[in-house]
């Protein structure tokens, strides 16, 4: 049994993202989106639901599934677009491959959110969104690198995967 | 879902929410000494409109009715200690 606690679709790209919840073992409790077990799905939208089809290593535990209506938020039907940011605009920071980021027009707002961290920044323009969500990810890696030692299992893997895509200039 | 940045701010001071003295961007969950969750803090003073409440739920690993408890105040630390535990975010006996 899989569980999906929120979907978001865009209609223009008719791509879906979903945070799913994945049994640990059997009969066992689930887990609530660590950072390996948020995919990416394709979606479309069907009669009642929609569909969703996971990609890679999960298509073995849920190949096709009809969800209700309802788990697709309100609101989350903007325009959105994504893109790779090559830096973080820190001198002392470089990213070591690009990381994806999408940008959404979220009411006054537009988000710039990663799903990859789970870490979103906002502004009133674009520019603005995507500086704040640098600043934020520079936070979060001078966070977490300062007391490795004292990090939950969450943010230990938040901080592995930063360790990978931000690179310290000398 | 729209939120007053006072009533998220007033959620965080019940989890504790630990902000680095040299950022103001973050928060972060603590229990026993560690580190266990992060989340983005407010800008400004009025509300928070859109689907940022809602990025700000998941990144709290909370359920819509979870959330609401959180920021009307029913849900406490103890209260929120016991959903990360029912999630394996925290397990029952770490960190030492």
């Known amino acids: 049994m899989v569980r999906v606690e929120h979907a978001l679709y865009s209609p223009n790209t008719r791509m879906a993202i979903a945070d799913i919840e994945l049994p640990i073992e059997e009969g066992g409790e689930f887990i609530s989106f660590p950072l390996e077990y948020q995919y990416p799905v394709q979606g479309r939208w069907e009669e009642g639901g929609l569909g969703l089809i996971l990609q890679g290593g999960l298509r073995h535990i849920l190949t096709h599934q009809v969800f209700s209506p309802d788990l697709v938020l309100a609101g989350t039907q903007q325009p959105s677009r994504s893109l790779f940011l090559r830096d973080l605009g820190h001198p002392k920071y470089r990213l070591r491959s690009p990381l994806p980021v999408v940008l959404e027009v979220d009411g006054p707002h537009v988000v710039a959110y990663s799903h990859d961290l789970d870490m979103f920044g906002w502004g009133d323009v674009e520019d603005e969104a995507l500086l704040d969500f640098k600043g934020s990810v520079c936070e979060l890696y001078e966070g977490l690198h300062e007391e490795p030692a004292k990090l939950g299992p969450h943010l230990e893997r938040v901080l592995r995967y930063l360790e990978r895509v931000i690179a310290e200039e000398p | ?96």
């Open chain 2, 1 to 96: 879902m729209s939120l007053k940045v006072a009533d998220v701010d007033r959620a965080f001071g019940k989890l504790q929410m630990e902000i680095r003295e040299s950022g103001d961007k973050l928060a972060f969950f603590v229990y026993k000494g560690k580190r266990i969750l992060s989340t983005r803090r407010s800008h400004g003073k009025g509300k928070i409109e859109g689907n940022i409440p809602h990025k700000i739920r998941t990144q709290l690993k909370l359920n819509e009715s979870e959330f609401r408890e959180l920021v009307q105040c029913p849900l406490d630390y103890d209260g929120y200690v016991a959903i990360l535990k029912k999630r394996k975010i925290i397990s029952g006996e770490d960190p030492a």
